[in-house]
């Protein structure tokens, strides 16, 4: 079964600092990784993805993110944060066998910038 | 490009009363989706479709959930009776197709319901 984790509920840095939400997952078969954003009472924003290739990604606003195989993780980077990104996290997986596009998500990671 | 529209925004319903959402996706996509999001929880996926048919609805609770989506465009999802345990955020998404390589999925900015 797929699942995805994201061990933090909450992580807490100071703007200017380096920034990192965690992510681990479990598939069957090669993985196809997502990072949404959730500022409040909006939906869902995509953030970036990795397919194949390289294993650091970057996607918007800065962030960016490294798939490890071997540690079946895809954390969520930002070299320096600022107070605007400040939202919800979602990492979420989608296996590449036997599926049908759906998207599993995590429980959301709550990222908080403070001046 | 226009987002994907829900609507109402937020909805209060005494329970074992029924609702309605409303989504339209993004115009082309042929993906649509139906997904729950308790709050403290992800986002969990109720009913997947792709044009007019129905792909996944494997966490969909049938007896009292049901949605469709009219001539593979607009979709509504349907509550009834509600239960208190419904309340939740009900976000529609629509990606272009499925394919072996999936592209990312655009969220509308939900429906906020709450049963009392």
């Known amino acids: 079964a797929q699942s995805v984790a994201q061990p933090e509920d909450q992580v807490n840095v100071a703007e200017g600092n380096p920034l990192t939400v965690k992510c681990t997952y479990s598939v069957s078969g090669n993985p196809y990784l997502f990072w949404y954003v959730q500022y409040p009472n909006r939906g869902l924003q995509f953030l970036l993805k990795?397919?194949?290739?390289?294993?650091l990604v970057k996607g918007s606003y800065g962030f960016e993110a490294e798939f490890n195989k071997s540690q079946t993780s895809f954390h969520l980077k930002k070299p320096s944060a600022l107070v605007s990104d400040s939202a919800l996290y979602f990492c979420?997986?989608?296996?590449?066998?036997?599926?049908?596009?759906?998207?599993?998500f995590g429980q959301g990671t709550t990222l908080q910038v403070k001046p | 490009e226009a987002g994907v529209a829900q609507s109402p925004r937020y909805k209060i319903i005494e329970k074992r009363q029924s609702v309605a959402f409303w989504c339209n996706p993004i115009?082309?996509?042929?993906?649509l989706y139906w997904y729950q999001q308790i709050l403290g929880q992800g986002p969990k996926l109720l009913i997947q479709?792709?044009?007019?048919?129905?792909?996944?609805d494997s966490q969909l609770p049938k007896d009292r959930f049901s949605a469709e989506r009219l001539k593979g465009v607009d979709s509504t999802l349907k509550i009834q009776p509600a239960k208190l345990e419904d309340s939740a955020v009900y976000l529609c998404a629509s990606s272009h197709r499925l394919t072996a390589v999936p592209t990312e999925a655009f969220f509308g900015q939900g429906t906020r319901l709450t049963v009392v």
């Open positions: 115009s082309g996509h042929a993906t």
């Open positions: 990795y397919i194949t290739g390289d294993n």
């Open positions: 479709f792709q044009n007019n048919g129905v792909v996944d």
């Open positions: 979420a997986v989608r296996g590449s066998s036997g599926n049908t596009g759906k998207l599993i």
